[in-house]
């Protein structure tokens, strides 16, 4: 089943902006924390940014943090991430995932989005 999905990705030039949303399902959702990674070619897959169910922890990688903003509204079971002052090196797979506890390590996490590919030109 496909329990995450993204959207919002696509190409901008150096300084642009993006808004990423990613759709959950329930299961997927309902009071897990919701993160954001990022994968480049070639590189490993890439902490970007988490939020709790609450709201009342977040967290962001040292590379996007005044850039990048993270959301989530649980009455529609979607979670955003704005990207602002975007930079090339930001280009990659941006993908949404969940899991049930706070943590940046890729592999704690329960459930996955397909991706959605964000490309970032000078």
């Known amino acids: 089943q496909v329990h995450l999905a993204e959207s919002g990705g696509g190409s901008v030039q150096a300084g642009g902006s993006l808004r990423l949303s990613c759709v959950a399902s329930?299961?997927?959702?309902?009071?897990?924390?919701m993160a954001w990674f990022r994968q480049a070619p070639g590189q490993e897959r890439q902490f970007v940014s988490y939020?709790?169910?609450?709201?009342?922890?977040?967290l962001y990688a040292d590379s996007v943090k005044g850039r990048f903003t993270i959301s989530r509204d649980n009455a529609k079971n979607t979670m955003y991430l704005q990207m602002s002052s975007l930079k090339p090196e930001d280009t990659a797979v941006y993908y949404c995932?969940?899991?049930?506890?706070?943590?940046?390590?890729?592999?704690?996490?329960?459930?996955w989005g397909q991706g959605t590919q964000v490309t970032v030109s000078s």
């Open positions: 995932a969940s899991g049930s506890g706070l943590t940046t390590s890729a592999s704690v996490y329960l459930y």
């Open positions: 939020m709790s169910w609450t709201g009342a922890s977040t």
């Open positions: 329930e299961r997927s959702y309902r009071g897990y924390t």
